[in-house]
């Protein structure tokens, strides 16, 4: 008799991050099913590039359209009509791409997602570089989030956040050591042709480029 792989979800944007996310969960034998979300996010062309990986490796993926919630997060310079910030993530600046109680609300789906699946698991890419920015990105969100999961349902499910205590270049080391091509990857915040290479998206990808000593494989309309 042949034994069922263990299910898990991944939350899946398109970026770098969740991409080495999405190939940890399939490297440890796991039945993945990706779950992108569009929240009305300027740089939606990450959905696309979400969807043609998926295509690629065979993996159930699902575009969950929630820009009807859009009005109550419009504030954000990632959802409403502000421009993108440029700069590193460590300027006060960068405050204003946090998008309100979005991993709550994405995880929250993601969970239900799971449980209907019959999946104990559900992954995303969170690392130490967003917590000084993103507070649902912190550890002490995700183990309060982790509680929820197991108590919200009949089933328990556990939030997975391999990276959480790792930096970006961490991430693109672990992937690079598995063979990934981070051409199939969309970082920047502004959802143009190429990449800006001002945003605090693109300075913190190239710096983990710079890290590892190789040279990122998308092209920028400026050097950072």
């Given at each position: ?31 993945v099913y ?44 990632l ?5 993108i ?26 969970i ?66 598995m063979?990934?091509?981070y051409?199939?990857?969309w ?18 990808r190239?710096?983990a ?16």
């Open positions: 008799m042949t034994q069922t792989s263990e299910k898990a979800v991944v939350v899946y944007s398109g970026g770098m991050d969740s991409f080495t996310v999405l190939h940890t969960a399939i490297k440890s034998g796991l039945e990706a779950i992108s979300f569009n929240y009305g996010q300027k740089h939606s062309k990450e959905l696309q590039i979400a969807a043609d990986v998926c295509k690629a490796l065979n993996i159930e993926h699902k575009v969950v359209d929630i820009t009807a919630i859009n009005s109550l997060m419009a504030n954000s310079s959802t409403g009509d502000a421009d910030p440029e700069g590193h993530y460590k300027g006060d600046n960068m405050k204003s791409t946090v998008v309100p109680n979005r991993n709550m609300v994405l995880l929250s789906m993601a239900a997602y799971a449980v209907s699946l019959e999946a104990g698991k559900v992954y995303y890419g969170a690392h130490s570089g967003d917590h000084h920015i993103y507070p649902d990105c912190r550890p002490e969100f995700v183990e309060a989030m982790n509680a929820v999961a197991h108590i919200a349902n009949y089933q328990s499910v556990d939030i997975v956040t391999p990276f959480i205590h790792v930096s970006k270049g961490d991430i693109l080391k672990a992937g690079l050591e063979g990934l091509d051409a199939n990857t970082t920047c915040y502004n959802g143009r042709e190429q990449s800006c290479g001002k945003c605090g998206a693109c300075h913190e190239l710096e480029f710079a890290e590892q000593g190789i040279t990122d494989p998308l092209s920028y309309e400026t050097a950072s």
